[in-house]
């Protein structure tokens, strides 16, 4: 019973290696869905390495928000796509907010007179911490994370 289990594996390992030596032929002389279908499914995977590592590069550059030149001192700039404003209260003390006003959700529209100002109802924000300097919205813009490295800011 063992004796002919044994041979049945080795028998059944061979068929399995002359299954694939026929595919083999098969496809090398006619040219076969399944061969055709296995080529192009190798390319993409040996590629993968390749694009995964410029996007990772894109990625930590995208971070960057602005450049601290590009934010005035006593000021701020408002970045309409990532939704956050990033200001400038004093030289080289840089501070980043959520750019969606707290009373029904505008984004706001600039700053000005050292505040970040609201165009839907007038709602004004201090540059220094987010916080409500004239209604009617009655809470602070939320306070973002940045890190401030070789002149450029980032989301923390
Ligand atoms: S949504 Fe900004 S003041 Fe109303």
Same mark, same amino acid.
């Given at each position: 019973m063992t004796e002919t289990t044994r041979r049945a594996v080795m028998f059944g390992a061979g068929g399995a290696g002359l299954a694939a030596v026929l595919t083999a032929c098969a496809s090398y002389g006619v040219p076969t869905t399944q061969a055709e279908v296995e080529q192009p499914a190798q390319e993409p995977s040996s590629d993968a390495p390749e694009s995964d590592a410029p996007k990772k590069q894109g990625e930590s550059k995208a971070?960057?928000? /602005? &450049? @601290? $030149? &590009?934010i005035p001192e006593g000021g701020g700039k408002v970045f309409e796509n990532q939704k956050i404003v990033v200001t400038?209260? @004093? /030289?080289g003390e840089f501070k980043a907010f959520s750019a969606v006003c707290t009373h029904q959700g505008c984004t706001v529209a600039g700053v000005s007179n050292k505040t970040i100002n609201?165009?839907?109802?007038g709602s004004k924000f201090s540059?220094? &911490? #987010? $916080?409500? /300097? /004239? #209604?009617?919205? #009655?809470s602070p813009l939320e306070e973002k994370p940045i890190n401030v490295d070789g002149g450029k800011i980032r989301l923390a």
């Open positions: 971070k960057a928000l /602005a &450049d @601290t $030149s &590009d400038q209260p @004093t /030289a609201c165009p839907c109802h540059i220094a &911490d #987010g $916080s409500v /300097a /004239a #209604g009617p919205a #009655g």
